[in-house]
């Protein structure tokens, strides 16, 4: 098993940044892939970024710009650098850590709110 706890999230004013932050534990050595969902109010929950172990990134259409994700695999941890924050932009963010045999782990979600 893997659990992954976020932190960062918080009250931001459009044009502000945010960096969340999910830590994994348990066995971590499984995990190949890790990114950010997001999950608007009434909304399906969405792609934001993943990374790869070796690096390799991608990145929703919306954020793509603004965000830039990275992890310490030292630290199993992912990071989340949010730039250039706008209101639609608010929601849950779920950390999320895909094994090596495509099973998935969900972190307790972390808010970001983006006032305008």
């Known amino acids: 098993q893997v659990q992954l706890v976020e932190s960062g999230g918080g009250l931001v004013q459009a044009g502000g940044s945010l960096r969340l932050s999910c830590a994994a534990s348990?066995?971590?050595?499984?995990?190949?892939?890790m990114g950010w969902y997001r999950q608007a109010p009434g909304k399906q929950r969405e792609l934001v970024a993943t990374?790869?172990?070796?690096?390799?990134?991608n990145y929703a259409d919306s954020v793509k710009g603004r965000f830039t994700i990275s992890r310490d695999n030292a630290k199993n941890t992912v990071y989340l650098q949010m730039n250039s924050l706008k209101p639609e932009d608010t929601g849950v963010y779920y950390c999320?850590?895909?094994?090596?045999?495509?099973?998935?782990?969900w972190g307790q979600g972390t808010q970001v709110t983006v006032s305008s």
């Open positions: 999320d850590a895909t094994s090596y045999t495509f099973q998935h782990y």
């Open positions: 348990g066995k971590a050595f499984s995990i190949n892939a």
């Open positions: 990374i790869a172990r070796i690096g390799s990134t």
